[in-house]
């Protein structure tokens, strides 16, 4: 599968879902989805969930290759 980030904004926004976004380029393509930041990432959407959610798992997963993610505050 693979997905355009202006794809994925486009998708969020029609369903309220999108506050705001600062994507540098809308037509990278992402390959995968994860919310799991140990996994590799590579060319992927992290989502950022849970209540016990922290900035370091948005790191681990950046470091393993995320390209962007989604959460419900700006990290």
Do not use: P
Not at 11 to 31: A, G, M, P, W, Y
Not at 35 to 46: A, K, V
Not at 54 to 75: F, M, T, W
Request: with cysteine; proline share 0%; charged share 30%.
């Amino acid at each position: 599968m693979s997905l355009k980030v202006s794809k994925a904004i486009e998708i969020l926004k029609n369903h309220d879902l999108l506050v705001s976004d600062s994507v540098s380029d809308e037509n990278l393509e992402v390959t995968k989805i994860s919310y799991n930041s140990r996994e590799d990432q590579t060319n992927g959407i992290f989502f950022c969930k849970g209540n016990q959610f922290k900035a370091e798992y948005l790191d681990q997963a950046i470091k393993n290759g995320a390209k962007i993610y989604v959460s419900e505050k700006e990290y």
